[in-house]
C-alpha cells in the first residue's frame, strides 16, 4: 500500500475509534453481556471430554497404524476447534477440528483412513506413541488439561504389542490414573484393520469394559409389568324409600236435616 495511502487509512481508522468514544461516553452505551460472554473464551470442566481409548501399539497389520478415540460424555456438542491433543514430547501434536456430538464418539486414524478401514475416521494425525509409555494431554482451547493418559508417564498401564495388539480402554468415567485403563477383552470388539483383520479394539463403540448404561425404565410402570388396570369404585347408593300413599279420612261429616 502506497505511503500516501496507509497514512489516509490509519488516520480514518483513528478517527473511528475517536468517534465511537465519544459517542459511547455521551450516550453511556456499553456492550451488552451477551457480547462480552461470546468474546470470552470459552471454559469447560474436566473431563468434558475423555480419552476413552489408545490403540498404542498400532494394529496386526502395521505397528504404524495406531488410532486414538475421544468421547463426549455430556448433553452437550463441542466445537473442537483449537483443541489440542499432544504428548509430552510433542509427537503426536494434533490440533482438533470438527463437531463432537454430545454423547457420540471420535475417531483418530494416524497417516490414513486405513487404519480402521471400515469405519471413517473424524480426523487423520500424524506422530508415533512410544510402545515403551508417554504422557498424552487433551487440552481445551484456553490451554487447561481436560483429560490425560498415562499422565504419571510410566509404561501404558493396559493394552498391548504383538500379537495381539489389544487397545487400552477407558473403564468407566473417572480421572486418568492407571486404575482407569484396562487392555480390550478380545471378545467385545468392533472395526476391521487394513488387512480385514478383526481390531482387539472397540473404535467408535463403547469400550469393552465399559458398557453403555441402559436407560431406566419409566419408574411409573416397572420393567415387566403390564400398566396398572384401573379399577371400578362401589359407591353405595341410598335407598330411597317411596312414601306411604295417604289415607282417604273422612275428617267431618255434616248431616242433612230435614229441612235441607
Not at 2 to 16: D, H, K, L, T, V
Request: aromatic residues 8%; contains cysteine; charged residues 20%.
Amino acid at each position: 500500500m502506497p505511503s500516501r495511502n496507509r497514512a489516509f487509512f490509519q488516520g480514518g481508522c483513528i478517527a473511528f475509534v475517536l468517534i465511537a468514544w465519544l459517542v459511547s461516553t455521551l450516550t453511556g452505551w456499553q456492550t451488552s453481556p451477551r457480547v462480552l460472554a461470546a468474546l470470552r473464551p470459552q471454559t469447560y470442566a474436566p473431563l468434558s471430554v475423555i480419552i476413552s481409548e489408545v490403540a498404542w501399539a498400532g494394529t496386526a497389520a502395521s505397528a504404524n497404524d495406531e488410532w486414538i478415540e475421544l468421547y463426549n460424555p455430556g448433553p452437550l456438542d463441542i466445537d473442537l476447534t483449537a483443541w489440542q491433543l499432544v504428548a509430552d514430547d510433542s509427537t503426536p501434536d494434533i490440533a482438533l477440528q470438527g463437531i463432537l456430538r454430545a454423547g457420540e464418539f471420535y475417531l483418530l486414524e494416524r497417516t490414513d483412513n486405513d487404519t480402521v478401514s471400515d469405519i471413517e475416521a473424524d480426523q487423520i494425525y500424524s506422530g508415533a506413541l512410544r510402545n515403551d509409555g508417554e504422557k498424552l494431554f487433551l487440552k481445551a482451547p484456553d490451554g487447561s488439561v481436560i483429560d490425560s493418559a498415562n499422565a504419571n508417564g510410566g509404561p501404558w498401564p493396559a493394552g498391548s504389542a504383538a500379537p495381539d495388539y489389544f487397545s487400552m480402554e477407558r473403564r468407566d468415567l473417572i480421572p486418568d490414573s492407571d486404575s482407569a485403563w484396562v487392555s480390550n477383552n478380545g471378545t467385545l470388539h468392533n472395526g476391521r484393520d487394513a488387512y480385514d483383520n478383526p481390531i482387539n479394539g472397540t473404535p467408535r463403540q463403547f469400550n469393552s469394559a465399559w458398557p453403555p448404561t441402559p436407560r431406566p425404565a419409566d419408574a411409573s410402570i416397572p420393567t415387566g409389568a403390564s400398566p396398572p388396570t384401573e379399577t371400578a369404585t362401589h359407591t353405595r347408593t341410598p335407598t330411597v324409600t317411596p312414601p306411604a300413599p295417604a289415607r282417604l279420612v273422612i275428617s267431618e261429616f255434616r248431616a242433612r236435616g230435614p229441612n235441607g
